[in-house]
């Protein structure tokens, strides 16, 4: 199975300033026939289902503010969102679609500071 | 507009079955294909299965293979996630999520198994 490593675990940022989510696969999620990266990354608030902001590594998902961006390739990848704002107060993920079983990384809480 | 609207809560005894549904609506049923995730309280998440809506095609974690079966009614536009032989580990949050990249979800059923 392709494992996820998120870092860090928690983050706190002053409101208006930058936060920066890494995420480390224990493979390769560039396939090279459509050089996509098989990358999404999700917001979570409590009781809530996850919310889907970016797909293919960088595509971020029609009605998601821009000062969320996904980078990365490969093996490496970094969500960041631009100017904190206190409803960006959630718990983020990175998740796999390249192959079953799909994986998550273990997920940011990202707080204000 | 898309949605994913699943069953509701069930509470169920160690050793039972248990059946949840997810009704889909706003897009063509058989163009998605349908995964299956959960949440235990406070974690993270964990892959339960895969379904082609198209070919009825299916794969199971293989933590779980023998005791998960994903079933279809294209005909009510509904995708159902049988779980038997529960165990209290299988206390969770199931989703169901449209595409690998799952771009919509159904709101959760919380599945809780105690004696």
């Known amino acids: 199975d392709i494992v996820l490593t998120q870092s860090p675990d928690s983050l706190a940022v002053s409101l208006g300033e930058r936060a920066t989510i890494n995420c480390k696969s224990s493979q390769s999620l560039l396939f090279n026939y459509n050089n996509k990266n098989y990358l999404a990354w999700y917001q979570q608030k409590p009781g809530q289902p996850p919310k889907l902001l970016i797909y293919w590594a960088s595509t971020r998902e029609s009605g998601v503010p821009d000062r969320f961006s996904g980078s990365g390739s490969a093996t490496d990848f970094t969500l960041t969102i631009s100017r904190l704002q206190a409803a960006d107060v959630a718990v983020y993920y990175c998740?796999?679609?390249?192959?079953?079983?799909?994986?998550f990384g273990g997920g940011t809480k990202v707080e204000i500071k | 507009q898309v949605q994913l609207v699943q069953s509701g809560a069930e509470v169920k005894k160690p050793g039972a079955s248990v059946k949840v549904s997810c009704k889909a609506s706003g897009y063509s049923f058989t163009k998605y294909d349908i995964n299956w995730v959960r949440q235990a309280a406070g974690q993270g998440f964990e892959w339960v299965g895969w379904?082609?809506?198209?070919?009825?095609?299916?794969e199971y974690a293989q933590k779980l293979q023998g005791r998960v079966t994903i079933t279809r009614d294209s005909s009510i536009s509904t995708v159902y996630m049988e779980v038997s032989s529960l165990r209290s580990e299988d206390t969770a949050v199931y989703y169901c999520a449209r595409n690998g990249m799952g771009d919509y979800w159904g709101q959760g059923t919380l599945v809780t198994v105690s004696s």
């Open positions: 379904m082609n809506l198209e070919t009825g095609d299916t």
């Open positions: 998740q796999q679609y390249y192959t079953r079983p799909l994986t």
